[in-house]
C-alpha cells in the first residue's frame, strides 16, 4: 500500500537550515503521474503548500519561501527531501509530505506529518 | 499567486443536516479544484478532486460542483465523524494553494 512518512529535527535553532525526509513506499517516484508536495500547518492555523517536486524532477516552490526552499529526491531511495534556510520562529509547524495522485495534482495520499519547532 | 476563499470559515449544523461550503478564486482554475478534510491532530484526507469526482472509499454524501471561479462541497445527511475541517486547494497553476479552512462544528 501507499505510504508516506516524514522524519527530521523535532527543533531547530534561528538562523538554522531544516532538512526534512520523506519516505515513500508503494510508488515509485520515477512513475510519470506521480510526484510529492511539501505543505506545512502552524499550530492551529491553514495548510500552506511549500512546493513539489515532478517524476522528472521540475519543481515549483511557494512564492513566498522559493528563496529558502529546495526540494530534491533520491528515486533509488524512494526519498524526497525538503530544504529550508535561514529558519525563523515563525516557521514553527507541523511539516507534511503528500502524493500528487494524478493529471489534476490533487494530493491522495499524506504522511503523518512532523512537528518542528523552531527555538533557541 | 491564486488566493482561494472559503465560506464560511465556521459553522454550527447537526447530525443529519444539510451542509454547504463555498470557495471562490481568484482567477480561473478550470477544474482543478480539490477538497480535503482534516481531523484534528490528523493529516489532511483527499474528498473530492478534479472539483466534483469522489476520491475512493469517500462516502457518497460528499458532493462538489464548480469550475472556473466558483466552486462547493456538500455534505448529505451530515455524520457525527464527519465534524472536522475543510480546505479547498486550487491545483491549476503553482504555487498550488489552499483556502483558509472551514471548520464544521456540532451544534
Known amino acids: 500500500q501507499v505510504t508516506l512518512k516524514e522524519s527530521g529535527p523535532v527543533l531547530v535553532k534561528p538562523t538554522e537550515t531544516l532538512t526534512l525526509t520523506c519516505t515513500v513506499s508503494?510508488?515509485?517516484?520515477?512513475?510519470?503521474?506521480?510526484?510529492v508536495s511539501w505543505i506545512r500547518q502552524p499550530p492551529g492555523k491553514a495548510l500552506e503548500w511549500l512546493g513539489h517536486i515532478f517524476s522528472n524532477d521540475e519543481k515549483s516552490y511557494s512564492t513566498s519561501l522559493r528563496t529558502r526552499l529546495t526540494i530534491s529526491k533520491d528515486t533509488s531511495k524512494s526519498l524526497v527531501v525538503l530544504t529550508m534556510t535561514n529558519v525563523d520562529p515563525v516557521d514553527t509547524a507541523t511539516y507534511f509530505c503528500?502524493?500528487?495522485?494524478?493529471?489534476?495534482?490533487?494530493?491522495?495520499?499524506w504522511g503523518q506529518g512532523t512537528l518542528v519547532t523552531v527555538s533557541s | 499567486d491564486i488566493q482561494m476563499t472559503q465560506s464560511p470559515s465556521s459553522l454550527s449544523a447537526s447530525v443529519g443536516d444539510t451542509v454547504t461550503i463555498t470557495c471562490r478564486a481568484s482567477?480561473?482554475?478550470?477544474?482543478?479544484l480539490n477538497w480535503y478534510q482534516q481531523k484534528l491532530g490528523k493529516a489532511p484526507q483527499l474528498l473530492i478532486y478534479?472539483?466534483?469526482s469522489l476520491q475512493s472509499g469517500v462516502p457518497s454524501r460528499f458532493s462538489g460542483i464548480g469550475s472556473g471561479t466558483g466552486f462547493t462541497l456538500t455534505i448529505s445527511s451530515l455524520q457525527p465523524e464527519d465534524f472536522a475541517t475543510y480546505y479547498c486547494?486550487?491545483?491549476?497553476?503553482?504555487?498550488?494553494?489552499f483556502g483558509q479552512g472551514t471548520k464544521v462544528e456540532i451544534k
Open positions: 478534479a472539483a466534483s
Open positions: 503528500a502524493r500528487r495522485g494524478g493529471v489534476y495534482n490533487f494530493l491522495d495520499y
Open positions: 486547494q486550487q491545483s491549476f497553476i503553482a504555487p498550488w494553494t
Open positions: 508503494g510508488f515509485s517516484l520515477s512513475n510519470a503521474k506521480m510526484g
Open positions: 482567477q480561473s482554475v478550470s477544474s482543478y
